[in-house]
């Protein structure tokens, strides 16, 4: 139980910039089993978001909805550190400065430095979540829509992040981690085949019970994207890295949240 425990925090400190207590205990053991708690982690994200979102509203119900979207991606990035996003714009510019060679690619992901494609692929990113966070608050404003677009704004922002988050879990049980001391190793112990299945049926139910109607339609298109990312990884790279795996929750994010307000 004290593993699982440190594992929460460590979760939580790894995936957010959330105050946390002292973490005594970080051996690989704690650090694979923080996988098991990276959907909660992003529940906390999403519960977060909504939570802001509802204190704006109840200030004034008349609020901005441009205004309120953009502060909620404020929220969303400040909570995150820009952790994934930092993952995004190393993998834009090694793709594409990599020249499709392993070495070129993994080397350019190394440079602390953000050439264009990075910052193009951090904007494009970032555009789409706004406009979509617009989209569902649009849907969800009162007196416009019923009580199951209340319920959809729910299922978005609750259910994006802890979907972009689980999915880590799959892609470090199927793909090889290439790094010897990246920043995801420690992780690679705890992504076990039981553990894929069990959170990809509870997550699978979850997103039935918030999004009915399009849940197949949003289950079929995270694993798509799932896949379609460790297709590229595995050819490129041979495996994932801690950069690539950022730039897959935060393209996740985007396209799912576009999917559901679409």
């Known amino acids: 139980m004290t593993t699982y425990v440190w594992a929460f925090w460590y979760a939580l400190t790894f995936l957010t910039r959330l105050p946390a207590p002292y973490l005594k205990r970080t051996d690989n053991a704690v650090a694979g089993a923080s996988l098991l708690f990276y959907p909660l982690i992003g529940?906390?994200?999403?519960?977060?978001?909504?939570g802001?979102?509802?204190i704006c509203v109840a200030w004034n119900p008349q609020t901005n909805l441009l205004l309120l979207s953009a502060?909620?991606?404020l929220v969303w990035t400040a909570i995150t550190g820009a952790l994934h996003l930092d993952g995004l714009a190393d993998s834009?510019?090694?793709?594409v400065g990599g020249l499709g060679?392993?070495?070129r690619t993994l080397a350019i992901m190394k440079d602390p430095r953000s050439g264009p494609i990075g910052v193009t692929a951090i904007m494009l990113v970032l555009l789409v979540k706004f406009t979509a966070l617009y989209s569902l608050l649009d849907m969800a404003s009162?007196?416009?829509l019923s009580h199951w677009n209340f319920w959809l704004l729910i299922g978005g922002l609750l259910l994006v992040p802890m979907l972009a988050r689980g999915s880590v879990l799959g892609l470090l049980a199927t793909t090889p981690y290439v790094r010897?001391?990246?920043i995801a190793s420690a992780l690679t112990a705890g992504a076990t085949r039981n553990r894929v299945l069990v959170m990809g049926a509870v997550l699978a139910i979850l997103v039935g019970i918030f999004l009915q109607g399009r849940a197949l339609v949003i289950i079929a298109l995270w694993l798509t994207l799932v896949a379609f990312a460790r297709q590229l990884m595995m050819k490129?790279?041979?495996g994932c890295t801690g950069d690539t795996i950022g730039a897959t929750i935060e393209v996740q994010e985007a396209l799912l949240l576009a999917a559901i307000a679409l």
Do not use: P
């Open 101 to 103: 060679n392993k070495e």
């Open 92 to 95: 834009a510019d090694a793709w």
């Open 236 to 238: 490129r790279l041979g």
């Open 71 to 73: 502060l909620i991606l």
């Open 142 to 144: 009162a007196g416009r």
């Open 180 to 182: 010897e001391q990246g």
């Open 52 to 54: 802001f979102t509802l």
């Open 43 to 50: 529940a906390i994200i999403g519960a977060a978001m909504l």
